[in-house]
């Protein structure tokens, strides 16, 4: 197989995962007796687009999958979606709403019917993109929340739970969206903080005798009010507890309470308490036995138990009316400026009402207890450890959950009417109507709140209630990969349920990731302007375009010409192409255990120089090792087995073809810094450090094997014979076993890579890079004294003939003074790599003005003509380096402190690279004064 001359991703890719999904390479593991692993896809909302947080995720689970997949597990990565009731109503509403149709027009069953030919035509738009990443999912088993295996699990949860009593219908106060007409979580609350007002209001006392003036930020809510309160500690008004305030308007009498939620330094110290209109006014009424009185419609308008001239107004045009009235009736005091967080739908911006409405609601301490005894015994664990507290906290201060949503697309509460509103839940209709004796019943309109199915997720995709084989073998699950938003709506929940159905954890970990932001540290987000589309990184865009998808649908002209302007500004071109593999080692990088991500495109340019390299590179040894004999079988890295590519069972390996007995020490070094990096890539996999495992394979390529074992072993060719055959071998099993190494983070490049070299190298047992063992390491150490001797010594004679600024075409003889063996042995490496003319190993330097290297106990000097006056300064910079060195080791072994609490082998480690400054500065100074 030849290679194109230049790495050229978009076919490549193309190609790829075409092959891989039509041969079924991500299909779910089935052989019984092999290890389990299975990652759940967080089901991404089916109207969603791929943005840089779903990437950075899914490339992270992408490499898990296929790093257990090639090590031999029975692995599954199970995809899917979530009908995302508030999301898609949305969606399908505005497009009614441009053919002036409303959703009440066409009723709830043909809407619904609207809503799926939605689905079918565009809801698939985010999982395409996942396959433009290379994820590797079972794509056979791709479910979605709201089709009829999951609908069932729904709906035989929701009735098992209600017939526990954990379900129960009352009127709760709940988040409420005007526009949308339904309760949201509070993940759907955006709280901002903007300007307002706070405004004191005089409320008469009943007896005659003053006022009580109250400091609240919303005055229409005052309609409401059933009690002023203040802090039982404020001295100012403890002769004033137990009686009784005229509420101004609404002119009834309330009640003056005494309770700590009340803070005497805010306002005047004084509070209105409206239960039906504030949380925290709530739980305040709760405790005092206060009545609510709901003053707003669902569309928050002043109701019929507001005064009569006030019903069917706004509720921000009754605010107006409220405080014009007051200021009339001489109770206004005041309206101050004043900063405040304003909660709105994420969905509608509007402000969000707290509401008191008749919803369904769970149950959850008693589930929260078993979800925090699993963490407190290990069978559930967060990485990194700290996200644990979160979790707990939320844990416990738990309240019931409030279940139901006034939309239509969703599933449907299994909850019946009888015209004398009793309730009767059942699996379906007809068992309702058995429960109430045939009676006529009229089924609940609401919906389930989305994140109710969600929470399912780890055991209806596995086939729950049937017990199946999935869910005997796959589950608990081996990790959950997410970000920390969701641990409160998600994960926490999936907990609870999960273990209270199967009686098992749904994961055996959390791996929490860290938050994608611009390179500045800035959330991306469209009203800054900074979003990047993963897929624009993949395959480029241009400037005009970008400025287009950066500004379109926003209403501020000044905010769309700044952004655009920002735009032009750092991507004067627009963005090139980067592929998806250099994408998708950018995201590994960047995988820290930190709370943040810093996104750089520098970055994700210097990963496409990386792939660059390794392409080069493969061509290079692909021109060289074109000719051999193929091997026998057996690769390198495998800790001494190969594996079958039809049922990845161990077998045994065969030898390199040469035996170990042609290696060269520059062989055995590339071997062993081979099994340095496939140990601490497992371990970046292994501990969910990806940012170390990318570094590892980094390093290895680009420092070590192309930057010195392929010009060391182009030496070594040159020789011929054994060694030359030896070296091509070692090259071919060495490139061979890291594309493997690589092929979970870097899949595309190194399928095609591994396609031309495996067969060279005598690894190819299957048709496809996927199908190939993960690389394993020795254990066995081999001494790396020999190469690292002589890296630093082509190094200083690299670094002498910078400082004497020779050319790198002029060739110059090489005298050196050391290990007399050694040096005959490095001599042909050096005059390679060194730009030498000869490298001539001597028992002593003769004395000369040429320019001197010492290498510890090495002494190098080039044989050329000098300028005394350069040598002599290059000496002194030397010098005063060596100095600054030594003052700096003796300082810290004069420390007292670092001596007595630093170990042993890191005191021993100053004292020798003092006496090794010390000795190398005696020789220089010896140099200087030849010189002089």
Not at 4 to 9: G, H, N
Not at 561 to 587: N, W
Not at 748 to 761: C, D, K, M, R, S
Not at 892 to 915: G, I, M, W
Request: proline residues 5%.
């Amino acid at each position: 197989m030849e290679l194109a001359k230049a790495f050229e991703p978009h076919d490549i890719e193309k190609r790829w995962y075409a092959a891989w999904e039509g041969a079924g390479h991500f299909q779910m593991g089935a052989d019984e007796g092999r290890a389990p692993y299975c990652i759940l896809l967080p089901p991404p909302n089916v109207t969603g687009t791929l943005h840089m947080g779903h990437a950075f995720q899914h490339t992270l689970m992408d490499a898990l999958s296929r790093y257990h997949r090639m090590d031999g597990d029975n692995t599954l990565w199970q995809p899917g979606t979530d009908h995302a009731g508030i999301a898609t109503q949305i969606v399908v509403e505005r497009q009614l709403d441009a053919q002036q149709v409303s959703r009440h027009d066409l009723g709830r069953e043909r809407f619904l019917e609207k809503v799926w030919e939605w689905k079918e035509h565009s809801g698939s738009t985010i999982t395409r993109q996942m396959r433009r990443l290379g994820t590797s999912p079972a794509w056979e088993r791709e479910r979605f929340t709201m089709d009829e295996g999951l609908s069932k699990a729904v709906t035989e949860v929701f009735v098992r739970l209600y017939h526990e009593g954990l379900i129960y219908r009352g009127k709760r106060l709940v988040n409420w969206d005007p526009v949308l007409g339904t309760a949201v979580s509070d993940l759907e609350v955006v709280s901002t903080e903007e300007d307002g007002f706070i405004w004191e209001i005089n409320y008469p006392l009943e007896d005659g005798s003053g006022f009580l003036t109250v400091a609240t930020t919303r005055p229409e809510t005052m309609l409401g009010d059933t009690a002023v309160a203040v802090n039982p500690a404020d001295e100012r008004y403890a002769h004033l507890l137990g009686k009784t305030v005229r509420l101004p308007i609404a002119l009834r009498s309330i009640p003056v309470i005494a309770d700590d939620y009340v803070d005497q330094a805010f306002g005047t110290g004084v509070v209105k308490i409206t239960p039906a209109h504030d949380f925290n006014d709530w739980q305040v009424g709760q405790r005092h036995k206060l009545v609510a009185i709901n003053i707003l419609t669902l569309d928050a308008k002043i109701n019929d138990l507001g005064p009569t001239e006030y019903q069917g107004l706004d509720r921000y045009v009754a605010r107006q009316k409220i405080l014009d009235e007051l200021q009339a009736q001489g109770l206004l005091v005041s309206a101050k400026p004043h900063k405040l967080m304003i909660p709105r739908g994420d969905r509608t911006h509007a402000v969000i009402e707290p509401m008191l409405t008749d919803q369904w609601f769970m149950s959850m301490e008693d589930l929260a207890k078993r979800a925090l005894s699993v963490v407190d015994s290990g069978e559930l664990r967060f990485v990194p450890e700290n996200w644990t507290t979160t979790y707990r906290q939320w844990l416990e201060n738990i309240q019931d959950w409030c279940i139901s949503r006034q939309l239509w697309w969703g599933h449907r509460i299994p909850a019946w009417y009888d015209e004398d509103g009793n309730i009767y839940v059942a699996a379906s209709e007809a068992e309702a109507k058995k429960q109430a004796g045939g009676r006529a019943l009229r089924r609940d309109d609401d919906v389930l709140d989305t994140w109710f199915s969600s929470a399912l997720w780890p055991f209806s995709t596995l086939g729950w209630p049937q017990d199946t084989w999935e869910l005997k073998h796959y589950l608990p699950t081996s990790v959950l990969v997410t970000g920390f938003d969701i641990i409160f709506f998600w994960v926490a929940r999936m907990v609870m349920m999960t273990l209270h159905f199967t009686g098992k954890v749904p994961f055996k970990e959390v791996y929490v990731t860290g938050l994608v932001r611009d390179s500045h540290g800035n959330k991306m987000s469209k009203s800054k302007g900074n979003v990047l589309d993963p897929i624009d990184l993949i395959d480029g865009i241009g400037i005009d375009a970008l400025v287009a998808k950066r500004t379109t649908g926003l209403m501020n002209p000044k905010q769309a010409q700044s952004i655009e302007k920002a735009t032009r500004r750092e991507f004067t071109d627009g963005i090139q192409s980067y592929g998806t593999d250099a994408l998708r080692f950018t995201f590994a990088s960047l995988a820290t255990h930190g709370r943040d991500i810093k996104f750089d495109l520098q970055r994700c340019e210097g990963y496409r120089n990386f792939c660059n390299k390794l392409w080069n590179a493969t061509r290079f040894v692909l021109m060289n090792c074109t000719d051999l004999p193929s091997p026998a079988g057996g690769r390198v890295g495998d800790e001494g087995a190969t594996v079958d590519s039809a049922s990845r069972v161990p077998s045994p390996p065969a030898p390199l073809p040469e035996g170990e007995g042609s290696l060269t020490f520059v062989d055995r070094w590339i071997l062993a810094r081979l099994d340095q990096a496939t140990r601490e890539v497992r371990a970046g996999f292994d501990q969910y450090r990806f940012d170390m495992a990318a570094r590892a394979i980094y390093e290895f390529v680009w420092d070590e094997y192309c930057d010195w074992y392929l010009e060391l072993a182009k030496v070594q060719i040159a020789q011929g014979g054994e060694v030359a055959a030896s070296t091509r071998h070692t090259l071919l099993a060495v490139l061979e076993t890291v594309l493997r190494l690589a092929h979970p983070v870097i899949p595309f490049i190194t399928e095609e890579l591994w396609q031309a070299v495996a067969p060279l190298a005598g690894a190819k047992s299957g048709d496809s890079i996927m199908l190939a063992p993960y690389p394993r390491a020795s254990g066995q150490a081999e001494s790396q004294t020999d190469l690292i001797q002589l890296k630093a010594l082509i190094n200083a004679v690299r670094n002498l003939r910078g400082e004497m600024n020779l050319s790198p075409a002029q060739k110059a003889p090489l005298f050196i003074e050391g290990d007399a063996v050694r040096a005959e042995l490095f001599a042909p490496y050096m005059a390679a790599m060194a730009r030498l003319s000869e490298v001539k190993p001597m028992s002593h330097l003769p004395d000369s003005d040429a320019p001197v290297a010492i290498e510890g106990d090495w002494r190098l000097m080039l044989h050329i003509e000098v300028d005394r006056v350069a040598e002599g300064a290059r000496l002194e910079k030397e010098i005063a380096r060596l100095e600054g060195e030594i003052r700096k080791a003796e300082a810290k072994l004069n420390n007292s402190s670092f001596v007595d609490k630093a170990p042993a082998a890191v005191v021993e480690q100053e004292k020798k690279r003092l006496a090794e400054f010390a000795a190398t500065l005696e020789k220089i100074r010896a140099q200087r004064k030849r010189l002089e």
